[in-house]
């Protein structure tokens, strides 16, 4: 059903145009800016709200509507329709636990290390973008970015302008949130999540 369809697909258009927003600022001016990205990830999270919003009022009047969804909805042994609910909510909430879990892992490593591995930005980046691609894709997300941000140091120290400055990893998060935000919707990168048990 055609309610359905912009339920799932405005959500990612317009993280992935929020995704695209912030890679651009990030090239053009070399920097991404604090606020903005504090700002792209309170919308971000806003989105997910109505989506589960209006995914909840969809489910719960296509129940109502069925003649045997009645059965389905709340009642005092069946908790089919909360059980339904948690699953809108969950990887969200995986999502955020994942990414705060990663932010302050990489804080305590500055700490201990005094190395300027990420900068304030970066972590707003970090839960955004995790956010964005979902709890699932979490591990190609980092995996994939480390890769181009390893491919982007090699090419520099190839042409000789290797310097020893902290190389921001957002917008290679950034790269790949679009990237995977683009495969979720192919079966065969939905077989390799499977084939690496991470779906």
């Given at each position: 059903?055609?309610?359905?369809q ?5 959500p ?17 001016k070399g920097?991404?800016?604090e606020?903005t990205v504090?700002?792209?990830?309170i ?6 709200i109505?989506q ?13 509507d069925?003649?045997f ?15 339904t609910?948690?699953g809108?909510v ?19 490593f ?10 304030r930005?970066?972590?707003f ?13 979490s591990?190609v997300l980092?995996?994939?970015a480390?890769f181009?941000?390893i491919?982007?140091?090699v090419?520099?120290?190839?042409k000789?302008?290797?310097?020893r ?14 990237i ?12 390799f999540?499977?084939?690496?048990k991470?779906l």
């Open positions: 059903m055609w309610i359905n912009i339920i799932y697909w405005f990612i258009g317009i993280i992935g145009v929020i995704a695209l927003g912030l890679l651009y600022m990030g090239l053009r920097e991404i800016l606020k504090r700002k792209a990830l919308l971000v999270i806003s989105i997910y109505i589960i919003i209006a995914k909840t009022i969809y489910f719960y009047f296509a129940l109502k069925h003649p969804g009645q059965y389905l909805l709340s009642g005092d042994e069946n908790n089919y329709f909360y059980r609910i948690w809108f969950a990887p969200h909430i995986w999502a955020l636990v994942i990414g705060i879990g990663i932010v302050i892992v990489l804080l305590l500055k700490k201990f290390t005094k190395d300027p591995i990420i900068d930005s970066d972590i980046i970090i839960i955004l973008t995790i956010l964005a691609v979902g709890p699932y894709n591990l980092f995996i994939g480390l181009l941000m491919v982007v140091q090419i520099n120290f190839q000789k302008k290797f310097k400055l902290r190389l921001s990893i957002s917008p290679f998060l950034l790269i790949m949130t679009i995977i935000l683009v495969l979720n919707n192919f079966y065969f990168y939905q077989k999540l499977d084939f690496f991470l």
